[in-house]
DNA sequence: AGGGTTGTTCGATCGGGGTCGTACGATGGG
DNA sequence: CCCATCGTACGACCCCGATCGAACAACCCT
C-alpha cells in the first residue's frame, strides 16, 4: 500500500500531524458465527482476555492484560477475538484499545456471554478461594 | 431424560442370559469443567449432534443421528461429548443410546448449553429458511 | 530529530485433533 | 450355531492453530 501521497501543500508545520488515526476493520454483526464466536471462546488465553475485559468494565490497551503469552501471541489472540466479534479494536496513539462487544453479542447469541462469562468466573473464584 | 428407570427388578426370564450389560463410565458433575464443554461444542459436527438430540426429546441411538462422518469418527464424537458430560450414554443391547445431560449442565454451567442450543437453531433456522 | 513504547508481520515449529479404513468385539435374531 | 447389526480400537494421515523470536512499523515525548 503506498504512503501518503503528500497532499500538496495543506498542513502544517505543526508539530503535530496527526493525521488520521490508524483505522481497525471491526466485523459487523452479521458477520460473525457462532462457529467463530465459540472457536474463539474455546482457547482458555483468549477466555480469560475476555474475563478480564469484562471484569475491568472498561476498554483496556492490550499491554495491560495479564497473561502470559508473547506480544505476537496476544496479537493473533486479538485478532480472533475481533474477527469472531467478541471484542472492538481501536487505536489511541501508539496503544490499541480493546472493547468487548457485550451487546452486540446479546443481540445475535442472547445468554451466551454472559452464562460463558458467569461460569468463567466461577472457575476462577473456585480457583482463587480454595476449598475451606 | 433417562426414559428407563432400570428398576433392578427387571431381571427379565429371557432365554439369553442376558449376564451383566455392557457399562459405560460417565463423568460426574464434578469432573467436567467448561474448557471440557467449550472443546466438545466448538465442533460443529458435535454441535448437530447435541442440537438433534435436544430437538427430538428423546434419547437417541447413535446409528441415528444424521450427520455425514464414519462410523468410527462418530464414536470418536460421542466419546468428546460424554468425557465432556455433554451427554451421558449406556448401552441397551447392541445400541448405544445418547442422552442430553442438560440437567447437569443448567446445575454447573446455568445457561449455557441453553444459549448455545437457542443460537444453533437460530442459525439453523436462518438456513433453512432463506432470507424473503 | 532521536528514542522509547507499543503493537504487527513473517516465518518456523510443533502438537493436537478430526478424519478415515480396516479389523475386531459384543449382541440379538433366525 | 451362525450371521447380520451395531459400535469400538487402532493406526495413519493431515491440516490447522497456538506459540515464539526477530525484524519492522507507527506513534508520542523530550
Redesign the interface.
Known sequence: MGVFPFATSLEVTVARPRAVPRRVENPGPEEY???GV??A??D?VR?TLVAQLSRADEDMRCGTFDVRVSASTLTHHFTVLREAGVIRQYYVGTSKMNALRDADMEA?????L???L???ER?RDAVVAPAR
Open positions: 458465527s457462532l462457529q465459540l472457536e471462546l474455546a482458555p477466555r445475535r447469541f442472547p445468554g451466551l454472559q452464562a460463558l458467569a461460569a468463567e472457575e
